[in-house]
């Protein structure tokens, strides 16, 4: 078997022996003679696997009985709409944070719903760093204080929660979440699409202060109303079942490497040594200001981008896939999730160092 190493940005690398499991499993599911997939989302056998999930998923980021824990469709697209309709009730605005691509696609759908106060932006300095907390500038009739504590496209990384007050603080985490420990209290809602960090694209998780489950404005749709979910085991309609049970198995993979305290050592880990090679070296640059660098998705340029073809070629030919940046941006990405292991990324600094070497 030749498993290449994959630094996709979503969807993304998944760990092998979850695939395995999956594989094994997929045809005969535990001796009942169908596939899980071919299961009603009622069965028996389906929820026990959809409740283990949520236990795990739960175990891992040690959330309390206070927030409902939701599995959704639409994507981290899907719950840019979903929270200004869940959240806004009465109010007639929200604070959002702009830090890049993603924020200002979640402000973008806001503004469909309400008025949307920017809080801070650092758009001016090209999103190189993300804003301090005296940036904040909060207003008291806001609903609630969304920001993307991980920007996927710019590589920057809130090393902070936002002190908000007693507004909800709204986190779009569909590029950080599980990457290491998180205190969940601190938020009213988090959400994240799977494919980044929890499992396969198709599903979408959101975390919901239960609170805030009363603040719908009615014309809410059905499929998108937190409340409906949280009051019918995210089972109103059919949800994506096949999602659902494979991000299981990398919540149960998740525990069996220790938990997210483990998984955030390996992935400081990681980050260091890519940051090392290119702060190391005149060939390669990242701009981002330091106190404010992504531990997963990590975008770099080479000092000549006409090399940036043949960069990826060679990459490639060494097992070392989807290292392009995002077309918005150019240059390279690495993206280092969890299902990346730090061996990829010693490969990939090994033929970074090598590849400088012959092209300098
Ligand atoms: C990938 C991503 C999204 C979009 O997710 P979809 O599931 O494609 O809608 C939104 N926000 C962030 C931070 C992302 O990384």
Known sequence: MARVFNFCAGPAALPTEVLQQAQAELVDWRGKGLSIMEMSHRSDEFVAVAEEAEKDFRDLLSIS???AVLFLQGGATGQFSAVPLNLLGNAASADYINTGIWSKKAIAEAKRYTSVNVAASTE?????????????????????????????????EFQWIPEVGDKPLVADMSSSILSRPLDVSRFGVIYAGAQKNIGPAGI???IVRKDLL??????????MSYKVA??????????????WYLSGLVFKWLKAQGGLEAMGEVNKRKAAQLYAAIDGSDFYNNPIALDSRSLMNI????????L?????????????????????????????YNAVPESAVKALTSFMAEFEKRHA
Request: aromatic share 8%.
């Open 65 to 67: 009985d206070d927030y």
């Open 124 to 156: 001016s300095e090209n999103f190189m760093r993300v804003p301090t907390q005296a940036e904040l500038r909060l207003t008291g009739d806001a609903a609630y204080v969304h920001y993307t504590p991980n920007e996927t496209i710019g590589g920057l």
């Open 204 to 206: 979408c998780i959101a």
């Open 214 to 223: 009363d603040r719908e404005r009615p014309e809410t749709p059905v499929s």
């Open 230 to 243: 949280a009051s019918n085991g995210s089972m109103y309609n059919t949800p994506p079942t096949y999602a």
């Open 299 to 306: 975008p770099f340029t080479l000092a000549d981008d006409r």
């Open 308 to 336: 940036n073809d043949r960069f990826l070629a060679e990459a490639e030919e060494a097992g070392l896939l989807n290292l392009q940046g995002h077309r918005s941006v150019g240059g390279m990405r690495a993206s280092i």
